[in-house]
């Protein structure tokens, strides 16, 4: 039975994937990614993967669809038709799909619990971690604790992927205001970063007020989102969940937030320098824990030393670190929402 | 049943080709985006489908139970990761894209070509 799950999920994808493709409206290709993101989330739990499904449905499903919808309302969402046929493209694909084909005949097969992969460090983390961590949930304590460097280095990539986007993306519009096509007096857009300046009419305008529905409904929400945000950031030790997960999530309550209600009432309760002053605090926070532990003698991120029993140790760490990773994924997430949405917002104005 | 030793992997080739189809062939800036993504999906479900053991359970102790099989928490671990940083580095190339619309009008790659030409 779980077999033919497995097989009718995976068919799924591929017809997803290909429809992805096919498609000539980029809005219905980007629902189609969500769904496709959904189906694999489906599929990590059936091969056991459930931190994994957790991450992928929060952000391939929620987070990545809300972006590419962002930029499509700056770009437009038509695909023109292809004016040349893919044929190198398809051979070249063939070419590539058939030799991963042929490899995969000399990998072991799927499963086997004597399987290279199985056999080289795995054995040690799931033996030895929930005596030498105490972390019930494995993931977590590979993540935090005997990949802490590693993890630290993804944290970091994150802040300077939402330092990239702010700053591609909050620069001037010089070029719209040389052709000065449709814009009457000075760029509207120069008052982006500005709270007080956003004046009434773009909150007005964005919040949709009408829909009275959305506005309820959200309400009740936003609070038991938040709240779940907080839960599997704090019970990450123990169920699925952690920093990751959870700051993906608590994003998404104030990106709701300000989709239903609009930009500007969000910036009001959290304003782009906190967004900033976050990004940075979660670094900071990760690394802090690292210095620490060097000063009481241990080894970078080496959580032993932090508390006079071990393990309790790996627990202040890991509680530690996974904060960290949570603050600055929120941050990361809530600026790079910010960074879209305040484009299109500026764009809004050029046209009125 | 030998179909299914590799029957992941295979799903796996189908849907990596298809995202390296999707980036080369498509002019949209967007749409290679996505190809991309669909691309990054697919090496996700390799990692994943390595880890994973016959009968085993999801890598979190049961408590009290004896002769538990777990399924390899490594890979796990390093698409979590993976997958968080995917949609940041996504958010980038999104906003490149934003920036390339502004800049020449069009996010058909043709078109910008075509109009670096000209220039």
């Known amino acids: 039975m779980e077999q033919f799950t497995d097989i009718f999920l995976m068919l799924l994808l591929v017809a997803g994937a290909l429809s992805v493709l096919y498609v000539r409206n980029l809005f219905v290709a980007t629902m189609l990614l969500g769904a496709v993101s959904f189906i694999m989330a489906l599929i990590f739990v059936s091969l056991d993967a459930v931190d994994v499904a957790f991450t992928e449905a929060a952000v391939g499903a929620g987070i990545s669809t809300v972006l590419y919808l962002g930029t499509l309302a700056l770009v437009g969402s038509d695909e023109k038709p292809a004016r040349r046929r893919a044929l190198v493209p398809l051979l070249v694909s063939l070419l590539v799909g058939t030799a991963l084909v042929y490899a995969t005949f000399d990998m072991p097969a799927f499963g086997r619990a004597d399987n290279p992969v199985q056999t080289h460090v795995a054995p040690r983390y799931i033996e030895e971690s929930p005596k030498e961590i105490g972390v019930p949930n494995m993931v977590t304590s590979v993540l935090a604790s005997y990949r802490g460097f590693d993890t630290f280095g993804e944290v970091t990539v994150i802040f300077t992927a939402g330092i990239g986007v702010l700053l591609i993306l909050s620069q001037l519009r010089r070029r719209r205001e040389d052709e000065a096509d449709l814009t009457d007096g000075p760029d509207t857009d120069t008052n982006m970063d500005n709270d007080a300046a956003a004046s009434a009419s773009p909150a007005e305008r964005v919040g949709s007020e009408h829909d009275l529905v959305p506005h309820v409904v959200a309400k009740l929400l936003i609070p038991f989102i938040l709240l779940f945000a907080l839960y599997v950031q704090f019970h990450g030790d123990f169920g699925p969940g952690g920093g990751f997960q959870a700051g993906v999530i608590f994003a998404a309550g104030f990106i709701l937030y300000s989709l239903i209600f609009g930009l500007h009432f969000t910036r009001q309760i959290v304003s782009t320098r906190l967004v900033k002053f976050l990004l940075a605090l979660g670094v900071v926070l990760y690394g802090g824990v690292g210095v620490v532990s060097l000063f009481l003698g241990g080894n970078f991120l080496d959580y032993n030393v932090l508390s006079a029993d071990p393990v309790a140790g790996q627990h202040l760490g890991i509680l530690l670190v996974e904060l960290g990773v949570g603050i600055t994924v929120t941050a990361a997430m809530i600026a790079i929402f910010y960074a879209f949405a305040g484009r299109a917002e500026g764009r809004g104005n050029d046209i009125n | ?119």
Do not use: C
């Open chain 2, 1 to 119: 049943m030998i179909f299914f030793d590799h029957f992941n992997y295979w799903i796996f080739v189908i849907l990596l080709m298809i995202g390296l189809f999707t980036v080369m062939s498509r002019t949209n800036l967007i749409k290679k985006m996505i190809g991309l993504s669909l691309f990054q999906i697919s090496v996700f479900l390799f990692y994943i489908s390595m880890g994973k053991i016959d009968e085993g359970t999801a890598p979190i102790v049961v408590e009290g139970a004896q002769d538990v099989v777990y399924s390899n928490p490594l890979p796990h671990v390093l698409i979590l990761t993976a997958i968080v940083v995917g949609v940041a580095t996504t958010a980038l190339g999104l906003s490149l894209v934003v920036r390339i619309k502004e800049s020449f009008g069009t996010i058909d790659e043709e078109d910008i070509l075509a109009r670096e030409d000209k220039a």
